[in-house]
């Protein structure tokens, strides 16, 4: 391939700290170069070539499961509320008919979660709209709006909305399942190619989820500096979060990708191929 080291995506929000915090401070060693940004510009990247291996949100993966494996026993997802995902109004979501709701330009699973919720749970239809790129959460005026990441905590914490909605809870209200945001994936050329060095960057990844559970105090008051706010805040939203991808996570994956493709969100049902090691052949799953 030409490179020195393989390039491994990493969110750019707080959600990924607890598995990244030992990689970029060397208590874990990852033969990778870690890339951070914003869930659609990784996507975009590891569409492109850019990347090897990276988180990618779940829609994503939908779009393009043909270039990519996904790496067993990996997500960012919860059982339940999540903290960072929600739906802020000024009034109950029951009366949001007809009326402005903003959605990030930076999540299309968090926008598609949203909508399915919208006409399977809530079965009201807002004016939906996407505020521009780097605009404050509040662009627009909007009645209520889709928040994520370290945006979404700012903004529930600010208390500015009377009415919160997180969509990890709603999610488990309606299917009683996990809620998986993002994957882990390889691209099937590299897994492939370099079948040793993918099962490197995964071990590293493993471990360092490992590091993570044992340290979270370390992890809380990193976040917190970041954030700028308390680290109780910030280890009570780190418990919110999952990294598995057992057997419940997948289930709760396909459930999402059958209902986006019930509500014509998704063009074609979705199946997961996840990645068998270095020395084993690949498992598929099919979406109903």
Known sequence: MGMEWPRLGRVSYLNCLPLFHALETGRVKVPAKIVADHPAVLNKAFRQGELEVTAVSSLAYGQFTEE????????????????????????????????????????????VLLRILLQRFYRVAPDLFIRPAGSPPDWGQPEALLAIGDEALQVVRAGRYPF?????????????????????????????AYPAELAGIWQALQAARAWGKRHPGSLAAVGARLLGVEPEFIEEYFTLLNYDLDWPHLEGLLTFYRLAHAEGLLPHPVALEIWGGEDEGNYRLQSA
């Open 68 to 111: 990519a494996l996904v790496l067993p026993g990996l997500s960012i997802s919860c059982h339940g509320k999540v903290g960072s995902v929600v739906l802020v109004s000024r009034v109950p979501v029951a009366e949001l008919g007809d009326r402005p709701l903003s959605l990030t330009p930076y999540s299309a699973t968090s926008v």
């Open 164 to 192: 919160v909605y997180d969509l990890g809870e709603e999610w488990r209200q309606l299917t009683g399942k996990p809620m998986v945001f993002a994957l882990w994936v390889a691209r099937r050329d590299f897994a492939a």
